[in-house]
C-alpha cells in the first residue's frame, strides 16, 4: 500500500503530514483525467459526474465525523477551517458576546486567527495546560463568562499527541451555552472521532493527516449554526465558502476517510504497541530520557521525548537516514523553542532537547528496532562530547 521511494530515509515525521496512500491516489487519479468535470456544472454528464464523486466524499468524510453530510463544508485544510469557524463564530454572532477561550498548546492555525481577532477588539483567555498537557476544566469553567461566544480546544496535540477530555469541554460548553470548536487535524482517522458524543459544534479536519492529499480539509458545521463565510464568491458549500471544488483530493479524502474507519482499531493498537516498543527501548538504552506530556492520554502513534544534555537539532544533524522533527513543522523555520514544550513548564534547554517521533501506517518493527539503536549510539555519542551529568 505504499508509494515507495528508493534510499529514503525512514519517515517518523508523521505529525507533520503522512504519504498519500497508494489507494488514496487510484481513487483520485480519474478525477485528474477523463473526470475533469466541474461538480457545479448543472448542465451535461461531466458536471454530473464529478458532482456525485463529491456526494460520495461528503458522505464518507461525514460518517467517520459521526456527522451528516449537509455539516460538512470543504476548505483547504485545516487552517482555513480553523481560521473559517473562529472569525466565521465570530462575526456572525457579534450581537452576542465578544469573548473567545483557547489553550497556550494550541496549533498556531487557532492562535493567530484568535490573535487577529484580539487586535480588532475581542476579548481572549489563552488557559493553560497541566505539566502532563491536560487542561484543567475549572479553569476552563472558570473562563467562561456571560459573553463568552465560542471555546477552542484542540483534539489531539500535533507535537505531543495529547488528547483532551473533549466530551467533558463539549458538555461543560453545552451546560454554559458557549459554541464548542475543536481542531481534530491529529485526532480524526487516528481514533474514534464523534462530534455528537463529545457535543462538538464545529470541527477542523485535514486529509494529509490521515494518508490523503495536502491542500483539502473540511470544517463541520452543527445544524442551523451561523457562520460568517470568509471566502465570498460562487456560493459554493451552501454559501459558507466559495470556490471550485478541488473534486480530485475531495475524493481522495473521502477515499482515505474510509480506510482509515475500516482499519482504525487494529492499526490504533499496531501503532500503541511500536511506540512502547520505541519508548521501551531508548528508556532501557539511556539515561535520562523523559517523555513530555500524559502517555495514558494520547494518540497511538506519538512519543516526545526529550534527551537532556543533548540538543536536538544537533541530533537530527547526526541522523539523516531518520526523518523526524523536533516539533511543528509549522514553526520549525522559527528559532523559537516549542511553544507546545514551554506550556507544560519545561525550560528553553529542555524544550530544545526535545524530538517528536511520529509513527504512521508504513511503519516496521524493524523500523523502529533500527531508530532506537542509532538514535541511542548518537545520543551517548554527543553526551560524551559535552558531559552532562
Ligand atoms: C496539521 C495541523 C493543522 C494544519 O492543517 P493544514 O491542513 O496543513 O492546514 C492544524 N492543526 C493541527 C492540530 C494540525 O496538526
Redesign the pocket.
Known amino acids: 500500500m505504499k508509494i515507495s521511494v528508493q534510499n529514503a530515509p525512514i519517515y517518523l515525521d508523521n505529525?507533520a503530514t503522512t504519504p498519500v496512500d497508494e489507494r488514496v491516489l487510484a481513487a483520485m487519479l480519474p478525477f485528474f483525467g477523463a473526470k475533469f468535470g466541474n461538480a457545479a456544472s448543472r448542465s451535461h454528464r461531466f458536471g454530473w459526474e464529478a458532482e456525485k464523486a463529491v456526494d460520495f466524499a461528503r458522505k464518507r468524510v461525514a460518517s467517520l465525523a459521526g456527522a451528516t453530510p449537509g455539516e460538512i463544508v470543504f476548505t483547504s485544510?485545516?487552517?482555513e477551517s480553523?481560521n473559517l469557524a473562529i472569525k466565521g463564530v465570530a462575526e456572525a454572532y457579534r450581537a452576542q458576546g465578544n469573548h473567545i477561550v483557547t489553550v497556550a498548546t494550541e496549533?498556531k492555525?487557532v492562535l493567530d486567527p484568535v490573535r487577529h481577532l484580539e487586535r480588532s477588539g475581542l476579548a481572549v483567555t489563552v488557559l493553560p495546560v497541566r505539566s502532563d498537557g491536560l487542561i484543567d476544566l475549572d479553569r476552563l469553567r472558570q473562563a467562561i463568562l456571560p459573553q463568552t461566544l465560542l471555546v477552542s480546544v484542540?483534539y489531539a496535540n500535533?507535537e505531543i499527541g495529547v488528547i483532551q477530555p473533549v466530551a467533558a469541554i463539549g458538555a461543560l460548553c453545552r451546560e454554559r451555552k458557549v459554541l464548542f470548536h475543536c481542531?481534530a487535524?491529529?485526532a480524526f482517522g487516528k481514533v474514534p472521532v464523534d462530534v455528537n458524543d463529545a457535543k462538538i459544534d464545529l470541527m477542523s479536519m485535514?486529509a494529509?493527516?490521515l494518508y490523503g492529499p495536502k491542500g483539502v480539509?473540511a470544517l463541520y458545521v452543527r445544524r442551523r449554526m451561523q457562520l460568517a463565510a470568509q471566502m465570498d464568491g460562487g456560493g459554493h458549500e451552501a454559501g459558507r465558502r466559495s470556490g471550485t471544488l478541488n473534486v480530485p483530493a475531495i475524493v481522495g479524502f473521502g477515499e482515505a476517510c474510509a480506510l482509515s474507519a475500516a482499519g482504525m482499531e487494529s492499526e490504533g493498537k499496531r501503532l500503541r504497541e511500536l511506540r512502547e516498543r520505541l519508548r521501551g527501548q531508548l528508556e532501557r538504552g539511556l539515561e535520562a530520557v523523559t517523555v513530555n506530556g500524559s502517555l495514558e492520554h494520547r494518540l497511538p502513534g506519538n512519543l516526545n521525548v526529550s534527551f537532556a544534555g543533548v540538543n536536538a537539532e544537533t541530533l537530527l544533524m547526526n541522523l539523516p537516514e531518520i526523518a523526524l522533527s523536533t516539533g511543528s513543522a509549522c514553526s520549525s523555520a522559527v528559532a523559537e523553542p516549542s511553544h507546545v514544550l514551554r506550556a507544560l513548564g519545561m525550560s528553553d534547554d529542555q524544550a530544545r532537547s526535545s524530538v517528536r517521533f511520529g509513527l504512521g501506517r508504513y511503519n516496521t518493527a524493524e523500523e523502529i528496532d533500527h531508530v532506537s539503536q542509532r538514535v541511542i549510539e548518537a545520543v551517548k555519542r554527543l553526551r560524551s562530547l559535552t558531559p552532562f551529568l
Do not use: F
Open positions: 505529525q485544510g485545516a487552517t480553523n496549533h492555525a484542540m500535533n481542531d487535524a491529529q485535514s494529509h493527516k480539509g
